[in-house]
């Protein structure tokens, strides 16, 4: 099982930006989908966005409607690390992030979070004037 750790949050203004990085402190994470949750202040756990493993189908990448054009997820497989960058930040933005992965013979990847084995201790953002 990996241990999946996250970084990089922090607090911003409207309008800025953050990246938020997920490292595993002793595996690759080449092998599986990362895919990142958040959960907001009294609201339900909701998926974010998600990346197929690495070598799989160009990257395949998914997004909710309300962060499209806004964040981006990649993956830098030299440094076994998966980002999450999130530019226009608002403050309905603002939410625990969690990193979670899981494992599929699939090209591609969902953002379900029935479908994670292993999730980061998570990190906050908060957005705020």
């Known amino acids: 099982q990996l241990q999946l750790v996250e970084s990089g949050g922090g607090s911003v203004q409207p309008g800025g930006s953050l990246r938020l990085s997920c490292a595993a402190s002793?595996?690759?994470?080449?092998?599986?989908?990362i895919a990142w949750f958040r959960q907001a202040p009294g609201k339900e756990l909701e998926g974010v966005s998600c990346?197929?493993?690495?070598?799989?189908?160009?990257?395949?990448?998914k997004y909710i409607d309300s962060v499209k054009g806004r964040f981006t997820i990649s993956r830098d497989t030299a440094k076994s690390t998966v980002y999450l960058q999130m530019n226009s930040l608002k403050q309905e933005d603002t939410a625990v992030y969690y990193c979670?992965?899981?494992?599929?013979?699939?090209?591609?990847?969902?953002?379900?979070?029935?479908?994670?084995?292993?999730w980061g201790q998570g990190t906050q953002v908060t957005v705020s004037p």
């Open positions: 002793r595996f690759t994470l080449d092998y599986y989908v």
């Open positions: 979670a992965s899981y494992w599929t013979y699939l090209d591609d990847c969902r953002i379900n979070r029935a479908d994670v084995m292993s």
């Open positions: 990346i197929s493993r690495s070598g799989s189908n160009a990257n395949y990448t």
